[in-house]
């Protein structure tokens, strides 16, 4: 046995079809909230699934596919321009764990919001609870025209 020398680990991660199904659904859902398909959105979620919300307002929740959508058509359906700019989905012990974030041009000029969403699927593999937190719109300028970071001048 030699002491001395330490052989690298390798640590693997298999993920189950269940797991992959359930990133799959995660994609899905961030995928119909940038196309503003709330229809797709809505068959995504079964009829009584749990919403709760942290906004800037402070928390809130719904029950119900129809109450929950409609809180995205009000975020997002009707802005002039909704652009994906990142989004990631994970599962974590069967849970989905998702972000994403959007510009957005309305009325109010550009803007920017970003979501995590924490959810739960039932056994029909679609979503029976759905935990959000967000940041609310922020004013942000029109793409491309100032960096999103100020800079430190000395």
């Known amino acids: 046995m030699n002491r001395g020398r330490h052989l690298p680990t390798i640590a693997c991660m298999t993920i189950g079809t269940t797991d992959l199904d359930r990133l799959q659904l995660a994609e899905t859902f961030v995928d119909a909230v940038a196309r503003r398909?709330?229809?797709?959105?809505?068959?995504?979620?079964?009829?009584?699934?749990?919403?709760r919300l942290l906004v800037p307002k402070g928390p809130?929740?719904?029950v119900g596919a129809a109450e929950t959508v409609g809180r995205f058509v009000g975020w997002y359906g009707a802005v002039?321009?909704?652009?994906?700019?990142?989004?990631?989905?994970?599962?974590?012990a069967g849970r989905l764990v998702l972000a994403y974030r959007f510009r957005?041009?309305?009325?109010?000029?550009?803007?920017?919001?970003?979501?995590?969403?924490?959810?739960?699927?039932?056994?029909d593999g679609r979503l029976e609870s759905i935990d959000?937190?967000?940041?609310?719109?922020?004013p942000d300028p029109?793409?491309?025209?100032?960096?999103?970071?100020k800079e430190e001048t000395r």
Do not use: K, Y
């Open 37 to 51: 398909d709330f229809d797709g959105l809505q068959a995504l979620m079964t009829d009584d699934v749990r919403f």
């Open 60 to 62: 809130q929740a719904h």
């Open 80 to 92: 002039d321009e909704l652009r994906l700019e990142s989004s990631s989905t994970a599962a974590v």
């Open 104 to 123: 957005l041009l309305d009325a109010d000029g550009w803007r920017v919001i970003e979501q995590h969403v924490v959810a739960d699927v039932a056994p």
């Open 132 to 138: 959000l937190l967000c940041t609310g719109f922020q």
């Open 142 to 149: 029109e793409p491309g025209t100032e960096p999103n970071v």
